[in-house]
């Protein structure tokens, strides 16, 4: 069963409160909540398998944009720097579970803007922290995950 990636917990915060900022939007951007949210020239934009940007955490909301760039700073993303995040991956390749021999080991990728992608590990920017076999979940840290304050 599929899940919306979601923060599980917050590393050193002493709370489980996400910090949440928001953001410009690029054009042409359909981003939905849930969806890892990168930054590049200084506007969101969904997280691809390759990510060129810099992630900076999930969308809080859902918007579909058009043509326009949305520049009224009001889109919310959960900042995913110092926090779990619990996510699915696909089982789709060649690499269909993890082990603990995985954990805190390599950097993976996304197949899509919400799922783990276990064969990617090159340019990779999720850490495994904890996974669930039968779920197909996996709990993660986003490696030098930017920190804006905009």
Do not use: C, H, W
Request: glycine share 8%; hydrophobic share 40%.
């Amino acid at each position: 069963m599929a899940i919306t990636p979601y923060v599980v917990r917050r590393l050193g915060a002493g709370n489980n409160n996400p910090d949440i900022e928001y953001f410009d939007v690029d054009a042409s951007q359909t981003i939905t909540t849930g969806n890892f949210v990168v930054v590049a020239s200084g506007l969101a934009q969904n997280a691809a398998s390759s990510t060129t940007g810099e992630v900076v955490g999930l969308a809080n909301a859902t918007l579909s944009n058009g043509a326009s760039a949305t520049t009224t700073k009001d889109f919310p993303v959960v900042l995913a720097k110092n926090s779990v995040i619990r996510m699915n991956f696909t089982d789709a390749g060649t690499k269909k579970t993890f082990a603990t021999a995985d954990l805190y080991g390599a950097l993976y990728g996304l197949s899509d803007a919400v799922t783990l992608n276990p064969d990617d590990t090159t340019g990779g920017f999720l850490q495994v922290v904890g996974f669930d076999n039968t779920k197909k979940t996996v709990d993660v840290v986003v490696s030098a995950a930017a920190q804006y304050l905009v």
